[in-house]
């Protein structure tokens, strides 16, 4: 059996439930059962909003985790958050160019994207989530980066039509990105 | 926090003591803030801050109690007036003062705010309106402007089906026991100190024991608006001001 | 101090003036609603606040901002109106103020009617409203007790800082006895110290009845559940009659083997039944709770040790019969007798479920219930004069 | 022309550039760097040293972010000052 | 039809408008807002009724008079909201007409939080209000479950010309899943005989929510507990994992020895740690009540003969708690753990709690659980890999 | 019941058909009867009875549909006009109307008639106003006379700390989706004509679309007045009617 | 003038005497005896004939216990009838 | 040990709630228990009224009977309500001056007391509930006279004290008028 528990995290407008909703619509779309739930608390409004994504091949049961198996940190403080929380063994994945204090806990796999930066690259500083998202699918192999593309084309809203194959680019540069920390972790 | 200058500088504009040094977690641009400044200045002036209650509602100020240097309760939504008739009638020497939104004073506490007011219950109301359900994620309020669209009037207001904006000014002022009812805006910085001027009428309304004080602040919700703060300014004076008029309601001297 | 004739819901009133009531907001309702009117003439005259709110709504957040300003505040209702309270119940406990509640029960559900009725046993013992919390909840049975117990509401709203209710039926309310009334209390000095009161020379204070991060408002809540435990250990009353000891009946002797539970008016109804069954030769007992929460549990299954079978008596379709079944724990078996929409039990028709229990719970009936006593002068005693008792 | 001060509590501003929009002197402008909070937090740059201290910045800044100092200039010493 | 990932908020109005509600009235709070805001876009579209009311006192009232209309109606709310509903609730229940209620619960009491809850259990499954009642109570643990049962709820509500409460949690309420949608229904052609329509050609109807003589209510009473006995009967529902027979756990076999008992969130979360515990070898069962009323109260005492021991899982102090010990009756220990304030009790410590169970009902503990499932790619599966189940 | 008399005479006054032949558990003089009656005629005079739905209130009219005979309702107390909004709503074609007390009307449903005449919610409110709560035993309601005794004013009502008469005509006629309101009395047959015209309008404008309307009753309760039914009326006029003046306070033709 | 005739239901009525202190004629007076509900009714007793069928009676009454007849005169009758 | 139950019945303003009030007072004043309570049904405005008194000399269970022992029936409706609940052996006090038809069942004590008249010979009609009581007293023993007078004294209201020597004289007639039907019994 396979099952995979996901946080993303990071500051609202940074594209956290898009980049979690999408790899949500692929796991379904590959027929998988998955949970997506985000922390609807306080923060939501200018604070860090996250949203974990559970992917099962049988009946989800909690669809929260107190240790998650993987963790795409957008922000600092997301970093500092989750470090702890990340499961033994588990890894940590956060957009480096934000975060410029790298996390430091034994035992779990860190891995620096310079999401930002790459985004910034690609012309468009939101496509940071799909950075990060390509560089998840990489290293995790939860699902084909190609089952994702799909999903962005049937899910990216009207107005963000024009964006498609940038979003698709910057899955696919992230996954690039994702292979030589994994190589070295 | 804020460093203050050496001798030959004076002070113009700084924190008032009434007010509190925690940063609010209201959005940027949120007129709620420079409401509370307004309102702790007055207390100042008034030199009432250490009798002074408040009531906070519920909606994005109910953290409101974090940001004043006085004693607060908060109030389930809509409620503050019952609550701060509770608190003044049995101690009529304090300052008993409600903060509400929109939704909270004219949706569902109108009751208590109508009878809070008829009963000449001897309080300050200071109502934010900013035409929408701020901590629930922009619904309509019944002070939404006709044809604007919210989250729960997603093509605008139809004013046939969802009633038309509530001014609650007219109608305080109708009743016997209100003795100042004023209507103000946030829009720029003119309004603001003419704001201020009438929050500081209210409280010395109470003070005086004359009745009922409410001072109606015209706000912006940026956020739910979907606004810059700036442009959120400038609805009010473009959109808000016509459908609800500044001016004072009703001024009574005599208690 | 001389007796005095009084209706119950008066005497709650008095009650609470004597017992130092600074602040009644409240509501007409039947059949309440003598309380509210003797408060009306009362309290001002005492230069206290009496404030007719305008609706069960606004008054219950009035005693919440007078139970914030630290002062004695009581409010009273009865069914619908406490349906309409529940909201600020619950705002009143997540924010630890004290508060008495004195809810009048009549028959429902919806309007219903004005009869007597116990069927908020579950809205006001269980929780009143949404969130985890208890409040205290006496139940008197006579007109005295109403006013022993308001007082000690007041006493024990402050010492927990919770909601205390008293919770009685229309009948209670209506009917007059002889009572004694507590002598007048002076006023406190000064309110408590978290009380918001302003600023005045010390650091603000504030109430606030939420607690948005998870973790704190479990931290709030396991407060209140400590207190409720606390409470639960300190607090719990009953009243027995022919149970054991002192007040087995001096006459047939014997412990109880069967035992009726009931509270309030229901309670004094099946105490009249009990006394003919034991007439009648049935080893029965009365169980009354004067706490309805805390529930004297622990007693009654201490009875379930030895008792044959329990006999609930209530003037609803069976809530505090829950209560009962979760402390007998299966140990005896519980049948329940219960009227509804204001019907009130009768001594004659709980006397036959005590000999049906009796029965049930193998023993040879050997008795039968006479009618109801009768009048001396014109016909002569009812019952042979040996009895004694009836 | 009376001198001010201004001091922004870069901080506690949440970028909202309302003070940007009201001061009459183009006095302040939007920092390129985030602050903690992650906004970009308004600068008093104050061109020319034309800020007269008249504090619609303050006023109209909903985070209590902004305090604003005037030289106290003495009477004599306002010509010279003037002459600046 | 395709699946579609939905929010349960969304996915349950969604639900409501292919099950044919017709008018639906609410009041914005969260964490149920997303169902109001649907409901503002796609009532208006299908030319239904949607209205945003000026409060939850409002909106139920609504309720009641569309109900009176005979026409499908919907309100949601949370928490605070239901709690200012409950007066309605009790007309509408003593008016027997039909109308569903979503209760997405948030923390407690109070403003509380807006953070996942079960608090509402008491108020919602003990009666709503005053009065002797009993909603339907129908709890999802899925958002299919939450479709499925929202249809379920218009069904049973009509039938019975009751009140069905589809009692949810914030969680369920904010998460998505995928969720396959049942088919649009055509809208009722004509309101039923009783409805308020206009005495058109036929004598008057009314609804009226009182009988003012006590013998009148009693008997509305009687039919309203008759009713209710008639759902107990036939509308108990739950679902069982690894308990016995079909469901017991293929890999380890054997039947449940301990049962572990929870609805909603927080039966999903169980099952996530009855799983691990399994894997541990420990014969344990998931019991999760769909309906909380009718409460499965046989089936648990069936369970009962035979079980070593019951763990209760809630997010709050333990509601439904009580209702599993008047199942189990004193047969068995029953446990608790439960969550209050917002916070979800986790797989691990549920599981900590099957072990201590295990452990006191006298099992040697040779088994200890492990860490959370962690990453394949990453670090490779968590467990043995011919355990195959977690 | 009431006999026909032979051919050479007309019927000039008899029982209306919407009104049933249920004699009335109101008290001897009470006005409720002359607005029940007055409602049935302008139902059967317009030929709305079979689509016309009565919302009661719970105050003394809580049996009112006893006494209609068309299909009726029994609200909340103060919730009639919600409960009015639900059946409206759900069938547009249909008249629907509440009747209420100044209890049930201005107390605590204030809220709810508020907010439905905000909306111009197509509904006709007929408002009782006695000055008192009828059936609970004659406390004060919020449209009680300053200084005048109840059983919960006892020393009469002190405008200072009970509250000023709420004026609903006054404060209805603010909102802009009110299309009728007036004030009529029933104190003599000449006011009762005029009240039943202003009924008949009211139901008019319901039937042409027009929003919200409303007409106030003043009436009396001679019980907890505690006055003869003649004398009661003459207190109407000597001191309701300055207080709570008769006319129309808003008329709105198109919809 | 027209000739009026009123029909006094006595078990509907509860004797609150308005009806009484309407009428421009004295026409009704209260009864000496109770009805089965203990009220006193009215009678219409029409001294002198006066009635003329104004109905003012039964518009006050509070609970529909009257109903008002008139004589239907042909026009060549009137002037007959007015000479009785 | 002694008990009695009683209920008075008639219309609202025939002092169905002062007569049986005072009953409840002079108990009191004699050191017994007793309990009052009134029905506050519907039929409180304008229709029946009616009120039980329990007195006893211990600790009273019910205050509300099924069969009471006696019912003092100021009207004809109350005669019709009460006549089938009188105890077996119990009694029927009832107003003959508005009661033409008497009641019929056997196994009570009818007893007819004409109070309206009499009260209307002692110049007050509302007197009739003092008649009926002194019957009550006369014929049940339950209260010497001279105790219910002095709580009379004690308890009228200041407004009707004028009343008070007619109240009396009310009482002692009702008495006298209940020697003979007791004897005939
Ligand atoms: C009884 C109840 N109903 C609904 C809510 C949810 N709620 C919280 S704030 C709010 C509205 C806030 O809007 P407004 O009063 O206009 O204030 P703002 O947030 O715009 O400042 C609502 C509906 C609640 N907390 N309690
Ligand atoms: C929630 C609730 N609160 C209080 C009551 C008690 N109650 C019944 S009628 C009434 C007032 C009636 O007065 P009004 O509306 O003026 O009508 P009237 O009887 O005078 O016609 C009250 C307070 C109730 N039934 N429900
Ligand atoms: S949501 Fe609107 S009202 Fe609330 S803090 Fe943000 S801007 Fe202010
Ligand atoms: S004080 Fe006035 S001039 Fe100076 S920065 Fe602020 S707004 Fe500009
Ligand atoms: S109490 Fe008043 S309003 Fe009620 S029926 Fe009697 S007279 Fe009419
Ligand atoms: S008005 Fe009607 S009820 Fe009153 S006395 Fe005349 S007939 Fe009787």
Chains 1, 8 share one sequence.
Request: net charge neutral; charged share 20%; with cysteine.
């Amino acid at each position: 059996m396979m099952h995979y528990d996901f946080v993303f995290s990071g500051f609202g407008g940074q594209g956290v439930l898009f980049g979690s909703q999408l790899l949500a619509y692929a796991a379904m779309e590959a027929g998988l059962h998955v949970t997506w739930i985000p922390s609807y608390g306080p923060e939501m409004r200018g604070g860090t909003a996250n949203c974990t994504v559970v992917i099962s091949d049988e009946e989800i049961g909690a669809p929260l985790v107190r240790h998650p198996s993987a963790v795409v940190a957008l922000n600092y403080p997301s970093v500092e958050k989750y470090e702890p929380q990340v499961a033994p063994g588990g890894l940590l994945l956060y957009n480096a160019s934000l975060v410029l204090r790298p996390p430091t806990r034994v035992g779990i796999h860190c891995v620096p994207i310079p999401a930002s930066d790459v985004a910034a690259e690609l012309g468009n500083a939101k496509l940071l989530n799909m950075v990060m998202l390509g560089a998840l699918l990489q290293i995790t192999g939860v699902l084909p980066i190609g089952t994702v593309e799909q999903s962005l084309e049937a899910h990216l809203p009207a107005r963000r039509r024009d964006m498609l194959e940038a979003n698709k680019l910057a899955l696919r540069r992230g996954a690039e990105l994702a292979q030589e920390p994994l190589v070295a972790a | 926090m804020i460093p203050v200058e050496p001798f030959t500088e004076q002070v113009v504009f700084q924190r008032p003591r009434a007010m509190s040094a925690t940063p609010t977690t209201y959005c940027p641009g949120c007129m709620h803030g420079v409401a509370h400044r307004l309102v702790a200045e007055a207390i100042d002036e008034l030199g009432i801050r250490e009798r002074a209650i408040l009531v906070a509602p519920v909606g994005c100020s109910v953290f409101a109690y974090n940001y004043f240097e006085i004693d607060g309760v908060v109030a389930a939504h809509g409620r503050a007036p019952a609550v701060a008739t509770g608190l003044k009638r049995t101690q009529p020497d304090k300052i008993v003062f409600t903060y509400q939104g929109d939704g909270d004073l004219a949706s569902i506490g109108i009751a208590e705010i109508l009878h809070a007011a008829g009963r000449g219950e001897n309080l300050t109301v200071i109502f934010v309106n900013n035409a929408v359900y701020g901590m629930t994620g922009g619904q309509m309020a019944p002070t939404t402007l006709p044809g604007m669209k919210t989250t729960s009037s997603p093509l605008g207001r139809d004013t046939r089906t969802m009633g038309h904006p509530m001014k609650m000014c007219e109608l305080l002022s109708q009743l016997d026991g209100a003795a100042f009812i004023a209507r103000r805006s946030l829009h720029s910085p003119a309004e603001i100190r003419r704001a201020k001027k009438a929050i500081v009428e209210a409280f010395k309304t109470q003070m005086e024991g004359r009745g009922f004080s409410m001072v109606e602040l015209l706000a912006s919700c940026p956020t739910n608006w979907d606004m810059k703060p700036v442009d959120a300014l400038k609805w009010i004076e473009t959109h808000m001001v016509p459908i609800y008029p500044l001016g004072d309601y009703k001024t009574r001297v005599e208690s | 101090m001389a007796k005095q004739l009084m209706k119950g819901n008066e005497a709650i009133a008095e009650a609470a003036i004597r017992a130092g009531v600074e602040a009644y907001f409240g509501y007409p309702i039947t059949p309440q609603t003598e309380l509210l009117e003797y408060m009306s003439k009362r309290m001002p005259e005492l230069g206290r606040v009496f404030l007719q709110a305008e609706s069960e709504v606004a008054a219950i957040n009035m005693v919440y901002g007078a139970a914030c300003a630290g002062r004695r505040v009581m409010t009273s209702s009865s069914s619908p109106g406490i349906s309409l309270m529940q909201e600020g119940l619950s705002y009143i406990a997540a924010s630890n103020v004290p508060a008495v509640i004195v809810d009048v029960m009549r028959g429902g559900p919806g309007l219903g009617n004005i009869a007597p009725s116990q069927s908020d046993y579950f809205q006001m013992v269980k929780m009143a409203g949404h969130g985890d919390y208890k409040p205290i909840v006496l139940a008197p049975a006579t007109v005295q007790e109403a006013v022993d117990l308001t007082v000690l509401a007041f006493d024990l709203a402050e010492q927990y800082r919770t909601i205390v209710t008293v919770l009685l039926d229309g009948m209670l309310g209506q009917m007059m006895e002889p009572v004694e009334l507590p002598a007048m209390r002076a006023l406190p000095a000064t309110p408590p110290a978290w009380a918001i009161t302003g600023a005045a020379g010390r650091a603000k204070n504030v109430v606030v009845p939420f607690r948005l991060q998870a973790d704190e408002l479990e931290a709030l809540n396991f407060d209140l559940q400590r207190k409720i435990a606390d409470i639960a250990r300190r607090e719990v009353r009953f009243k027995e009659y022919f149970i054991d000891g002192a007040n087995a009946d001096k006459v047939h002797g014997d412990r109880a083997e069967l035992i009726v539970v009931a509270f309030g008016a229901a309670g004094r109804v099946a105490l009249s039944a009990v006394k003919a069954a034991r007439q009648q030769g049935i080893r029965v007992g009365l169980h009354r709770p004067i706490t309805l929460s805390p529930f004297p549990d622990e007693r009654l299954s201490q009875l379930a040790d030895e008792a044959r079978g329990f006999l609930v008596v209530e003037m609803n379709a069976g809530q505090m019969l829950e209560d009962v079944k979760l402390s007998v724990g299966g140990q005896a078996p519980v049948r329940f007798h219960g009227r509804m929409g204001g019907q009130v039990p009768m001594p004659d028709d709980i006397a036959q479920e005590i000999e049906k229990l009796d029965g049930m719970t193998s023993r040879p009936i050997d008795h039968k219930i006479e009618g109801p006593v009768v009048l001396r002068a014109a016909v002569g005693p009812a019952r042979k004069p040996e009895t004694g008792r009836n | 022309m009376a001198k001010g001060h201004v001091v922004i509590d870069s901080e506690r501003c949440k970028g909202c550039e309302l003070c940007v929009s009201v001061c009459p002197k183009g006095g302040i402008r939007m920092s390129e760097d985030f602050n903690a909070k992650g906004y970009r937090p308004a600068v008093w740059v104050n061109p020319d040293g034309a800020c007269t201290g008249c504090a619609l910045c303050a006023l109209v800044c909903p985070d209590t972010a902004i305090a604003v100092y005037r030289e106290v200039v003495p009477r004599v010493a306002a010509a010279n000052a003037a002459s600046n």
